[in-house]
């Protein structure tokens, strides 16, 4: 009777203790989080401190330094991804300049935005130098225009871009 006596003891005290403990924590985390609230809108509108740190673990310093909105850019590649799944069959079935112009742009983008992560991730200012990351974004916007202007020569002055996957496919 005893042992019962004590073990209904000390189960209500851990239990009053453990609800002071919590009730204590959950005083000082409203406490911490009023004074961060307090304290938010000046970090976050000065980003001084945290720009170094922010900028060695993201891929671009520029989304640091000017603050960009990359939402709208991360969309936009979707769409594009998207319409593609649309425009190669259409480019095969209704081979016509319109709907090949609409497929060789999408794909140089496709392409564009592709390599530009390849160099975003691997050839960061901090790690190779601003002088490799310029040389990585210039080669990738040549290669784009290039195979734009590849694209653009099949369309208007061979057989058009549908007809040369159909082309390929007969191969």
Not at 59 to 84: C, D, F, H, P, Q
Not at 118 to 146: E, F, M, Q, W
Request: charged share 10%.
């Amino acid at each position: 009777m005893l042992s019962v006596k004590l073990l209904h003891q000390t189960k209500y005290s851990m239990f009053a203790a453990q609800r002071s403990i919590s009730f204590n924590a959950l005083s000082k985390c409203v406490n911490q989080f009023n004074v961060a609230s307090r304290l938010g809108n000046k970090t976050l509108t000065k980003p001084l401190l945290t720009a170094p740190i922010i900028a060695r673990f993201t891929g671009s310093t520029a989304a640091v330094k000017t603050g960009k909105n990359y939402a709208s850019l991360w969309r936009a590649e979707r769409v594009v991804s998207i319409a593609l799944m649309g425009l190669f069959p259409a480019a095969v079935l209704y081979s016509s300049p319109i709907i090949d112009t609409l497929l060789a742009g999408s794909i140089s983008l496709h392409v564009y935005w592709g390599l530009e992560a390849l160099v975003v991730d691997y050839l960061r200012v901090p790690v190779v130098g601003k002088l490799a990351n310029k040389a990585g974004h210039a080669t990738i916007t040549l290669l784009a225009i290039v195979t734009l202007a590849g694209f653009l020569q099949v369309i208007f002055v061979g057989d058009g871009l549908g007809n040369a996957i159909v082309q390929l496919w007969k191969l």
